[in-house]
């Protein structure tokens, strides 16, 4: 079955870093658009970072010039670095993987900022 197992979740204080994989399996994630979400009790899940299976790139604002995106296509691993980490991000972050119709889903890491 397919598998997104990601990992590097944890506390860190604000202004900190972290960075997050999602190492799929029975999927190649060179073929799909990847990408991770996150959800806090309450609220939506909403998308913090895209990457198409074009390389393209896209963020939400909240994180646009402190996330990064990134693939390696050898790992089959898909990366979110956070920098300048802010309390608004404490969360649960998931990992996705879709190509027309289909999604899956990892099951998620916890992400606390907190001094």
């Known amino acids: 079955q397919v598998q997104l197992v990601e990992s590097g979740g944890g506390l860190v204080q604000p202004g900190g870093s972290l960075r997050l994989s999602c190492a799929a399996s029975?999927?190649?994630?060179?073929?799909?658009?990847m990408g991770w979400y996150r959800q806090t009790p309450g609220k939506q899940r909403e998308l913090v970072a895209l990457?198409?299976?074009?390389?393209?790139?896209n963020y939400a604002d909240s994180v646009k010039g402190r996330f990064t995106i990134s693939r390696d296509n050898a790992k089959n691993t898909v990366y979110l670095q956070m920098n300048s980490l802010k309390p608004e991000d404490t969360a649960v972050y998931y990992c996705n993987a879709q190509q027309w119709f289909v999604n899956y889903w990892g099951q998620g890491t916890q992400v606390t900022v907190s001094s």
């Open positions: 990457v198409t299976s074009g390389g393209t790139t």
């Open positions: 029975r999927i190649i994630v060179s073929n799909y658009a």
